[in-house]
């Protein structure tokens, strides 16, 4: 049976992401004969090609397809386990064990719940430390694939949870944020399409996977900047309506009539075994 070494996992993903040896040779910082060699052996190795190559370029078989896939999910899983690791085993100043669990949370999103759940997990007996890692839109899955994190509060439509086990905690309606002073800022519900066409506040946009959709709005990197921006009439955005607990004075929230509910979910590695995460899991279905 064969086994891969992950240095040859880092050495394929790399020029199967770039399919180009030079970049990825660059990206890993060596010299590119020595890639063009390791992945050579792969191939033999392995008794397949996984890239051909020709004077247009590099170009992924479908096996190379099947390894990128896989690969990518095995060096995630090496990863996480190293982080997870580490975690179980850190200690504090004094040398005494530092247990914690890190939850991945959209920033701004769920307020309300999150300061219920914490407050609720802290008083069980065995409550451990918990980290709040503040994430973008769709960044919480794989801050829990790599090990970043050990659990996740995720939201649908906008996130997949395949993969991983998850309790539903709360589903709720979508809101239009805009600025006050705005004329739509006076109504009492409005349509996603009033929202979107509104040609003097164009909808903000946010990164899904490094990548921005077209549109004439602002691309947003943080939730500071897209506050602001609503504020100084520059945008709109569309929220979960718990969103409401972080608006300034300077905006105002109307209920959108034909939005999809937005379902709140603790997300979770479905391998896991932790005890102090399965404390916070009962806990917030409880809640």
């Not at 395949?162 to 709360?170: H, I, K, M, P, V």
């Amino acid at each position: 049976m064969e086994t891969l070494e992950t240095r040859e996992l880092r050495y394929f993903l790399a020029v199967a992401e770039e399919l180009h040896f030079g970049r990825a040779a660059q990206r890993l910082g060596m010299a590119q004969p020595p890639l063009s060699r390791a992945v050579q052996q792969l191939e033999r190795r392995l008794g397949v090609r996984l890239l051909e190559r020709d004077r247009r370029g590099v170009a992924l078989t479908d096996a190379g397809e099947m390894l990128l896939h896989e690969g990518r999910a095995a060096l995630d899983a090496v990863t996480a386990a190293a982080r997870r690791t580490s975690r179980a085993g850190a200690t504090d100043g004094t040398g005494a064990r530092r247990n914690r669990l890190v939850l991945a949370v959209k920033a701004a999103a769920s307020h309300e719940l999150l300061h219920k759940l914490l407050d609720a997990y802290a008083a069980e007996p065995g409550a451990v430390e918990v980290e709040v890692l503040p994430s973008g839109t769709c960044e919480q899955g794989e801050m829990l694939r790599d090990g970043r994190a050990d659990v996740a509060l995720m939201h649908t439509p906008f996130n997949s949870l395949a993969g991983f086990d998850s309790e539903e905690l709360l589903t709720e309606g979508q809101i239009a944020v805009l600025p006050a002073g705005h004329p739509l800022a006076a109504r009492a519900s409005l349509s996603l399409a009033e929202v979107t066409d509104v040609t003097d506040l164009p909808l903000a946009r946010w990164s899904h996977d490094g990548t921005y959709p077209p549109g004439p709005g602002p691309e947003i990197h943080d939730q500071t900047q897209l506050a602001q921006l609503i504020a100084l009439g520059r945008t709109v955005a569309v929220f979960p309506d718990s969103a409401r607990a972080w608006l300034w004075s300077d905006h105002a929230a109307v209920p959108l009539t034909d939005a999809p509910p937005v379902v709140t979910h603790i997300v979770w590695p479905a391998h896991s075994r932790s005890l102090p995460l399965a404390t916070l899991i009962r806990t917030a279905t409880r809640l």
